[in-house]
């Protein structure tokens, strides 16, 4: 089997690099955005939900936007979802640690804007 000619054609490395710095440069001095909304994903051994949607309520309150309920009943959990906004974050979880003290964290997920 013929091996191809691509590496021939192309630019060394270090060139390439010594080339392209002042576009590095100059994207790194663009400042990133941080999404403005965040989806917190937390498991809870309970499947009363409306007794945990409850408890979220009271210890949110305006913090929190739409909560995402998925109930397990083989396991006997239940994975909730709460949308807020990425400066809430911090109070927000202080929040769910008061109220549900076995509450799992799980992943965080920007949303955007």
């Known amino acids: 089997m013929r091996q191809s000619g691509l590496a021939v054609d192309t630019v060394p490395r270090r060139t390439a690099l010594r080339r ?9 001095a663009l400042p990133l955005q941080a999404p403005c909304r965040i989806r917190l994903r937390l498991a809870v051994a309970s499947i009363d939900v409306f007794a945990l949607r409850q408890t979220m309520h009271r210890a949110l309150g305006e913090l929190a936007r739409a909560y995402v309920v998925k109930v397990d009943y083989r396991h006997g959990q239940t994975t909730m979802h709460v949308d807020l906004a990425r400066g809430d974050r911090d109070a927000a979880m202080h929040a769910i640690m008061m109220a549900l003290p076995a509450a799992e964290f799980g992943t ?3 949303l955007g804007a």
């Open 20 to 28: 392209g710095e002042g576009t590095v440069a100059a994207l790194r």
């Open 108 to 110: 965080t997920t920007a």
